[in-house]
Structure formats: structure tokens, C-alpha cells
């Protein structure tokens, strides 16, 4: 969980494959979920998933598996990918802008550094920071 610039409380269900902007008293502002990735996917928003892989996924289970989030002085919010190993940027209505890096085995741990305006990702396999 992290809140954005609009106080608003930004959550990640990974097995549900969702992410969710809530307001202080609970009401949800915006949503993206599994559904919305899969159509960006189509319209050929890059994932790491390969084809065969993304529709096995699309039948079975999920194929965004959202989990660290962190939001920086803009409100835009930053979301990893450990299903599709990449970061993804979105704004802060909860549309995805774009992809971050492209060299991630597992992307598990971050902070967003508002100080400095950097966002520290640690990566699972290369251990790197």
C-alpha cells in the first residue's frame, strides 16, 4: 500500500491481479485490473510474457501479478510485475504510461528516495540495487 499526492490510498491484490485507488474513507476513485492488462496486451503493450505463456495465464490464473507500489511527487505510481519481471509506470488515475528497465529477473523490493526523486528497485537474482 502507499498513498499518492491526492491522499488517496493506492492497493495491490496480486492474486486477484488488481490494483486499486481508494479515497480516506474507503471509496475506490480508480482501478486497473488483470482484465485491463490483457487488453493493453493485445493492442501490443509490451509484456514479458510470451504469447503462449500470456494466453496459458489468461486461461488459468492471472497475467499481471501486481505487488511492490510506491508513488512519487507527481502522482504518478510506480507497480512491479513479478509474473511479467518489469516495473510499470502509471498515472494517477491508474492508467498504465509505460514500462521501466527492461533487465529484471524480480523486481521484489523498492522506495521511492522523494528526496532525490529516484526510485531504488532491488532485483531477485542479480541482487543488485
Not at 491526492?6 to 480508480?30: A, D
Request: proline letters at 3%; glycine letters at 6%.
Amino acid at each position: 500500500m502507499s498513498q499518492n499526492i491526492n491522499n488517496e490510498y493506492i492497493l495491490t491484490f496480486p492474486k486477484e491481479g488488481t490494483i486499486l485507488s481508494m479515497n480516506t474513507v474507503g471509496k475506490i476513485q480508480f482501478s486497473f485490473s488483470n482484465k485491463d492488462f490483457i487488453r493493453l496486451c493485445g493492442l501490443g503493450f509490451p509484456s514479458k510474457t510470451s504469447g503462449a505463456s500470456r494466453l496459458h495465464l489468461v486461461e488459468q490464473e492471472v497475467a499481471f501479478l501486481p505487488s511492490e507500489i510506491a508513488c512519487d511527487a507527481i502522482g504518478q505510481v510506480f507497480v512491479s510485475d513479478w509474473l511479467n519481471k518489469t516495473v510499470f509506470l502509471f498515472d494517477e488515475k491508474l492508467s498504465m504510461l509505460r514500462t521501466l528497465g527492461d533487465s529484471f529477473f524480480g523486481p521484489n523490493a523498492w522506495c521511492y528516495d522523494k528526496r532525490n526523486n529516484a526510485l531504488v528497485v532491488a532485483d531477485r537474482k542479480l541482487k543488485q540495487v
